[in-house]
């Protein structure tokens, strides 16, 4: 599937729907092309197969594009409202919006959470975000967490998504969800100590992951994808957190394990079983986001550089979600996802999707001057060459987009 940043998703999905596809670093090299007998919806973004992540990818672009002041195509929020169920559930993708969700629908609370951040920013569908918070809160654990699908156990990842949704709608950050991520957190002392567990293992043990401590970090501190930089000073090694650790501390000792993690090389490496290691751009976003939400953006400033000297091609592969974390990584680092070590993200994501409505005033101002002084260029031309201007308006219409 196409970078759904959650690897806690897709070993539940797999469980629940078959599909064994991890996800800690999936490309669209890994994402099938969907048959020839099947048409992707003209509102969708990307071009790969949905089925597994089509309502998680619109959903961080949709959200990019209004972080950046861009507003969204209709159709593109439409296609999101769309996919959502009566009870107010979303799956990762329905091939068949109009039919009702029956039991072998396999919702999930990373598709339904992604989907609330988005529409809350966006505005305007407060009975869709209403009812996708009220079935988000039927789905908490008696732990006070979340799993992937309903009744799955409790995992950092859907924990901190769902979080974040809740905080994105307005509502308090959660204590009891605070207060389960802080008992994964991994003792200081102990190999990868400040990181959170992505849950504990049989017998209670914790392993560093640093995909979910990316999560955590956020989910602690009640933010969502989309943040700006905090005001704590960077943490530059793991503290004890004590008996009742505060949010705060768990945020710092997590952000310490990540500035640690990307000291050496710039990045995170990826960790899929069996698999040769390599850099995991992906997560390497995702901290540099919850250093930067935690204050630690000194520390951050190595792994955003790396990024901007070797993300663009992984986007590009990758699509619509991958452009939409680096753009959620500059905004938390306050850098423009416009000049991404020459790439201009925002332009790169909507190429990806439907044409945006509109544009911040300025950046349209600047298109219509541009776009009448080529107009004028092209009529000029045409008159010299003795080309009639009525052909060439009518050729220029059929090039636009």
């Excluded at 569908?125 to 996708?132: I, L, P, Q």
Aim: aromatic residues 6%; contains cysteine.
């Amino acid at each position: 599937m196409t970078v759904l940043r959650r690897s806690a998703a897709v070993l539940a999905a797999a469980a629940v729907i078959g599909a064994a596809t991890p996800a800690v670093t999936a490309t669209a090299a890994d994402s099938p092309s969907p048959s020839a007998s099947a048409v992707l919806p003209s509102g969708l973004f990307g071009r790969t197969d949905p089925q597994y992540d089509g309502v998680w990818r619109q959903s961080l672009a949709l959200l990019a594009q209004h972080t950046v002041g861009v507003t969204p195509a209709a159709k593109a929020v439409d296609w999101l409202t769309g996919q959502q169920c009566a009870n107010g559930a979303y799956a990762a993708f329905r091939a068949q919006p109009d039919a009702a969700c029956g039991a072998k629908v396999p919702v999930d609370t990373n598709s339904t959470a992604a989907a609330v951040q988005a529409l809350t920013a966006l505005g305007g569908h407060d009975d869709a975000v209403g009812k996708a918070l009220t079935w988000l809160k039927a789905q908490r654990n008696k732990d006070g967490g979340w799993g992937y699908a309903p009744g799955s156990p409790s995992d950092t990842n859907s924990t901190a998504v769902v979080t974040g949704a809740l905080t994105a709608a307005g509502e308090s950050p959660d204590k009891a969800a605070g207060d389960l991520l802080a008992t994964w957190s991994v003792p200081c002392g102990k190999d990868g100590g400040g990181a959170l567990a992505y849950q504990p293992d049989k017998k209670g043990g914790l392993a560093a992951n640093a995909d979910a401590t990316a999560a955590g970090v956020l989910g602690v501190l009640g933010k969502g994808f989309v943040t700006t930089a905090g005001k704590a000073a960077d943490a530059p090694a793991c503290a004890d957190l004590g008996g009742s650790p505060a949010p705060a501390d768990v945020a710092r000792n997590g952000a310490a394990y990540l500035a640690q993690a990307t000291h050496a090389k710039g990045y995170l490496l990826s960790a899929l079983a069996g698999a040769t290691a390599q850099p995991d751009y992906g997560n390497t976003a995702d901290a540099v986001v919850a250093m930067a939400a935690q204050g630690s953006t000194g520390s951050a400033q190595r792994p955003y550089a790396w990024l901007e000297a070797h993300a663009a091609p992984w986007a590009k592969q990758s699509g619509p979600a991958a452009y939409a974390e680096l753009i959620f990584a500059a905004h938390a680092m306050g850098a423009d996802p416009r000049d991404f070590g020459g790439t201009d993200l925002v332009a790169a994501l909507a190429a990806t999707g439907p044409a945006p409505a509109a544009a911040r005033t300025g950046e349209k101002a600047e298109k219509k001057k541009s776009s009448g002084a080529g107009l004028w260029w092209i009529v000029g031309t045409g008159l010299v060459a003795g080309v009639g201007i009525g052909f060439l308006l009518s050729g220029r219409r059929k090039r636009q987009p």
